[in-house]
């Protein structure tokens, strides 16, 4: 089992960035696929980007590509979303999860990931 805490949100400008934390426990990163997602207030929770158990494959949602990345330190246990360029319609919780399949595919429904972060408020004004 493995428990994570995010960290790292806040209040920012559009244009402006923040990083993301996920510190995982009890079990070592390279272990999962780490994803994140996030949810705005009234919709679904929705996959934004994730990298793969062995670190070399990266997945991003479309309108990310190019401003967000995806990144994680082993011994740190602990993977990164690096947000740039933000904007407002980026404001969300994000939350970071693990998918424990033995395999590097990167999945990108809820159901897939089997442990979640407890979330942290990103608010990207005008």
């Known amino acids: 089992q493995v428990q994570l805490v995010e960290s790292g949100g806040g209040l920012v400008q559009a244009g402006g960035s923040l990083r993301l934390s996920c510190a995982a426990s009890g079990r070592a990163i390279s272990s999962y696929t780490m994803g994140w997602f996030r949810q705005a207030p009234g919709k679904e929770r929705e996959f934004v980007a994730a990298i793969s158990r062995s670190g070399t494959n990266s997945l991003y949602l479309e309108s990310v590509k190019g401003r967000f990345s995806v990144s994680r330190d082993t011994a740190k246990n602990t993977v990164y979303l690096q947000m740039n360029a933000l904007k407002p319609e980026d404001t969300a919780v994000y939350y970071c999860?693990?998918?424990?399949?033995?395999?590097?595919?990167?999945?990108?429904?809820?159901?897939?990931?089997?442990?979640w972060g407890q979330g942290t408020q990103v608010t990207v004004s005008l």
């Open positions: 999860a693990a998918d424990f399949r033995v395999n590097d595919w990167i999945y990108v429904s809820t159901r897939d990931y089997d442990y």
